[in-house]
C-alpha cells in the first residue's frame, strides 16, 4: 500500500510492523512526532506493545537496555542532546550485545541551541560499537527501520537507524507500507539463547577482569579485553550479513540491493562526491547539471557508517581522479569524520584520488544547490590548490 | 506490623551462595541474605553499581541464585521499569521485579529515574540500602550521610550538611508502600520485603545497613550499631502504607520509653569523631523533637 506521510511516521510504521514489544521514549524535536505516533498505536492497540513515558533519554534507553535482557524486542527514537544524555547506556546496550534499535532524527548539538539538522549528534557517538544505517528518503527509512531489527538480533548489536531532521523527519513524501504478513515472514520473533529468567537464573553484565578467569568446573572465561575483541569482530562480520540481509529483503519486497553505500552515475566517473544521508539525493541534482557539461561525476551515500565498509568504498572510489567529501559534522579540531574514514580506507590502494572535505549545513544552514556546484566545481578544476583540511561552505561571516 | 517470621520459621533455603565478596561484618550481607529469602525465586534482580555488584561476584561466578541484570548507576528505577514491561508484554505476570541499590545509587545520582518509575506507578519493589555514603568507591560522602560523618571527601570537619531523608521524598510520590529496616533487625526486613511482594505498584523498602569499614568500627559490632541508631531514636524503623505511617517493631516498642542518648551511638563509630558538642546536643533535640510527635 502507497501512503503519504513524513519520516517520522515511516519510521513509526516500520516499527509497528516489526511487532517492538517494548517502547520507551522522551520527546525531543525533531524526533517527537515519532513517539507521539508509537503511543498512539499503542493506545489504540494497532500495536501490541508496552509504551513506556520515561522521564529521560538515559532511561529510555535504560528500559530497552532492561527489557531486551529480559528477551524483548526493544525500541527508542531520540535526536541531539537526547543521544548524548543516553551515551553512557549506548555503549552499555552494546557491550551487554542487545538488539535494541534506535532511531535518531539527525540534528545539531548545543550550545548555542540548535533544533535544525545537521549529523554532529550520530557521527560523535560513531566509536561506541552502535550499528549505524543511515537513510535517504522515507521509503528508506521505513525499510531500514525493519530490516534493522533482523540485523541487530542476528548479531546480537543494537542498530541505530539515523534521517535528517526535518529535511526526512518532517517531510511527507509517498512510500510503500509493506504488508505486516510479508514483514512477519522477514522477522522471525525474538528467541534470545540468554535472558532474565528464575528458572535459570544468570547474572549479567558481572564485573569482569582484566584477566582470563576460570568458572566453577575450571572452564577459561574471558576477560574484559576478549569480549570486546568479539564484538569488534561480530561488527566486521555485520557488514557481510547485512548484505545478505538486503538481499532477502529484496526477494521479499522488491526494494534495497545497496546495502552499504549507494552509487549515483559512479561507474565511468572520473570524480565522486561523498556524503551521509539526504544530501546525496540533492547532489545528484548537481551531478546531473554537470554531466550536461561534460564532467565525467557521481554521487555516492554512504548508508552503513559503523561499521565501516571500508572494502565496498574503496571498490568504488579507487582508480577515480577525485573524491569530494560532504560533511554536516565533523571532529572538532580535526577534520570530518568520514573524510578521514575514507583517505585512511583508501591509502592501501594502489591508485589514490585526490581527496577533499567540505563541511556545511551546520545547525541546518541552507545548503544552496550553487554551494554544491561551485564546491565540486572547483575540486574538479583545481585540485591542487586545496589543502588536507576541510573548506566551509555557505560561511556568511 | 508485629513480626510474624522468627529465626525458627525463616525458609532454609539459600538464595545467596556462602564465601561472597563482602567485607566481613557487612550489614548489607545480612538484609541481601534475608531478603532474597523473602522475594523467594520467583524473582529478577536490578542492580547498579555499588558493594553488591562486587558482593555478587567477578565474571564468570556468581553468588546470587537468582537472575541479576547489572545496570548503569542512574538507571535502576528505568532499568527495573524495562524488565516488568517486558514481563507484561511476555505475558509472565508471576514474577517479583526487584531493584537493589545503595543509598547514593537511589537517592542522589538514581533518584530522577526512581522517582519516575514511582510517579508512572511501576510494578517494581525498590530496596535501598543505605550505608550511608559511597563504599565502592572508598567512603566518600553522600546525601544520605549525617551530619558531621568523616569521610574521605569530608575529611576533616566531617560532612556540613544533614542526612537527606530520602523515605520521606519517596513516600511524597503517594505510592502504596514505603518502609524502613534495619540489618540489625533482619526478621523485621524480611516480613516487610514479604509483605512487599503481597502487594501491587511501586514498593520502597529502605534498610539502614552498619558498614565496619566505613564507618569505622569493629566487625563484630555491626548488629550493636545498628540497633543502637534504632534504639537512641536516630533511625526509626516504620511503615507508610497507603499514606498511613506507623512505627514497627523495635520503634514502636519505643514509644513513651527513655531513649539511648544518640551519642552512645555517636561514640561506637570513628566516622563521628570529629562531631563537637554543638551538633550532638542539636540532633539530641532533633530526634526529642521527632519522637514528642511520635
Ligand atoms: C555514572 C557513574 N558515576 C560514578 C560511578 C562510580 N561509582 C560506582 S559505585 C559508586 C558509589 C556507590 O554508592 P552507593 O550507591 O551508596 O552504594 P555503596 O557502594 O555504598 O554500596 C560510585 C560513585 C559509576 N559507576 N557511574
Ligand atoms: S564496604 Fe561496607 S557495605 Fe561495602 S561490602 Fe564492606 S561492609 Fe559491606
Ligand atoms: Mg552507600
Redesign the pocket.
Known amino acids: 500500500m502507497h501512503i503519504i506521510e513524513s519520516g517520522n511516521v515511516a519510521a513509526a510504521t516500520g516499527v509497528k510492523l516489526s511487532r517492538a514489544q517494548v517502547i520507551a521514549a522522551y520527546p525531543i524535536t525533531p524526533q517527537t512526532p515519532l513517539t507521539e505516533k508509537l503511543s498512539e498505536f499503542v493506545e489504540s492497540g494497532e500495536l501490541a506493545a508496552e509504551y513506556i513515558p520515561v522521564e529521560s533519554e538515559h532511561s529510555a534507553m535504560a528500559v530497552c537496555i532492561a527489557a531486551s535482557t529480559a528477551g524483548a524486542r526493544a525500541f527508542t527514537a531520540t535526536s541531539a542532546n537526547g543521544l548524548l544524555y543516553m551515551s553512557e547506556q549506548l555503549h552499555w546496550a552494546v557491550g551487554a550485545r542487545l538488539p535494541i534499535v534506535m532511531c535518531v532524527a539527525n540534528r545539531g548539538i548545543g550550545a548555542p541551541w540548535t533544533v535544525w539538522n545537521d549529523q554532529q549528534d550520530t557521527i560523535s557517538q560513531r566509536d561506541v560499537g552502535w550499528i549505524q544505517i543511515y537513510a535517504n528518503d522515507h521509503q528508506q527509512i521505513i525499510d531500514a527501520v525493519i530490516k534493522a531489527f533482523r540485523l541487530a538480533q542476528t548479531v546480537s548489536i543494537p542498530v541505530m537507524v539515523c534521517y535528517d531532521g526535518y529535511l526526512l523527519s518532517h517531510t511527507y513524501m509517498p512510500f510503500e507500507e509493506p504488508a505486516q504478513s510479508s514483514v512477519d515472514s522477514f522477522l522471525p520473533t525474538f528467541a534470545p539463547t540468554h535472558f532474565l529468567d528464575p528458572e535459570n537464573p544468570g547474572n549479567f553484565n558481572t564485573v569482569t577482569l582484566p584477566d582470563v578467569r576460570p568458572d566453577v568446573e575450571g572452564v577459561i572465561a574471558p576477560g574484559y579485553i576478549e569480549i570486546r575483541h568479539t564484538l569488534h569482530q561480530d561488527l566486521r562480520a555485520a557488514l557481510d550479513t547485512f548484505v545478505e540481509i538486503d538481499r532477502e529483503f529484496k526477494k521479499e519486497f522488491g526494494r534495497g540491493g545497496n546495502p552499504l553505500i549507494e552509487e549515483y552515475r559512479c561507474e565511468d566517473a572520473d570524480f565522486v562526491a561523498v556524503c551521509i544521508g539526504s544530501l546525496s539525493y540533492q547532489l545528484r541534482d548537481v551531478v546531473d547539471g554537470m554531466r550536461e557539461n561534460d564532467v565525467k561525476i557521481g554521487v555516492m551515500g554512504v548508508q552503513m557508517y559503523r561499521p565501516f565498509p571500508d572494502e565496498a568504498i574503496v571498490r568504488a572510489l579507487a582508480g577515480k581522479k577525485g573524491v569530494i567529501v560532504f560533511e554536516k559534522a565533523l571532529s572538532y579540531g580535526n577534520q570530518g569524520a568520514l573524510y578521514a574514514d575514507i583517505k585512511s580506507a583508501l591509502y592501501k590502494s594502489a591508485e589514490r584520488p585526490f581527496i577533499h572535505n567540505y563541511i556545511l549545513g551546520l545547525g541546518g544552514r541552507e545548503i544552496k544547490t550553487q554551494h554544491l556546484l561551485d564546491a565540486l566545481t572547483a575540486s574538479c578544476t583545481s585540485p591542487d590548490t586545496f589543502e588536507d583540511a576541510p573548506r566551509w561552505i555557505g560561511l556568511k561571516l | 506490623m508485629e513480626n510474624q517470621t522468627s529465626i525458627l520459621n525463616l525458609t532454609e533455603e539459600e538464595f545467596v551462595h556462602p564465601g561472597n565478596r563482602?567485607?566481613s561484618?557487612?550489614?548489607?550481607?545480612i538484609v541481601y541474605r534475608t531478603g532474597l529469602k523473602a522475594l523467594g525465586k520467583n524473582t529478577i534482580l536490578v542492580v547498579p553499581p555499588s558493594?553488591l555488584t562486587?558482593?555478587q561476584g567477578l565474571y564468570p561466578v556468581a553468588s546470587t541464585k537468582l537472575p541479576c541484570v547489572n545496570v548503569t548507576f542512574a538507571s535502576t528505577g528505568a532499568a527495573a521499569t524495562g524488565v516488568r514491561a517486558a514481563m507484561r508484554a511476555l505475558k509472565k505476570a508471576d514474577v517479583n521485579v526487584v531493584a537493589w541499590a545503595g543509598d547514593g545509587g537511589t537517592g542522589d545520582i538514581g533518584i530522577q529515574a526512581l522517582s519516575g518509575a514511582c510517579e508512572r506507578g511501576e510494578d517494581i519493589i525498590y530496596i535501598c540500602y543505605d550505608?550511608e555514603a559511597y563504599?565502592?568507591t572508598g567512603v566518600q560522602r553522600s546525601g544520605t550521610t549525617p551530619q558531621g560523618v568523616l569521610t574521605t571527601t569530608t575529611p576533616i570537619k566531617g560532612k556540613l550538611q544533614e542526612k537527606k531523608d530520602v523515605p520521606a521524598i519517596i513516600a511524597a510520590h503517594g505510592i502504596g508502600y514505603v518502609a524502613t529496616a534495619s540489618a540489625a533487625y533482619p526478621l523485621d526486613f524480611y516480613d516487610k520485603v514479604k509483605k512487599a511482594t503481597t502487594l501491587s505498584g511501586p514498593r520502597y523498602i529502605h534498610v539502614h545497613?552498619p558498614?565496619?569499614?566505613?564507618w569505622s568500627f569493629d566487625t563484630r559490632y555491626t548488629i550493636k550499631v545498628g540497633k543502637l541508631a534504632v534504639q537512641s531514636g536516630l533511625f526509626d524503623l516504620y511503615e507508610i502504607e497507603n499514606g498511613e505511617f506507623r512505627l514497627t517493631g523495635a520503634s514502636k516498642n519505643l514509644v513513651g520509653k527513655a531513649r539511648i542518648p544518640v551519642t552512645e551511638y555517636f561514640q561506637t563509630q570513628g566516622r563521628f569523631k570529629s562531631l563537637d558538642q554543638e551538633i550532638i546536643q542539636k540532633v539530641q533535640e532533633q530526634v526529642d523533637a521527632k519522637w514528642a510527635r511520635y
Open positions: 563482602a567485607c561484618g557487612c550489614g548489607l550481607s558493594c562486587v558482593l550505608n563504599m565502592n545497613t558498614c565496619p569499614p566505613g
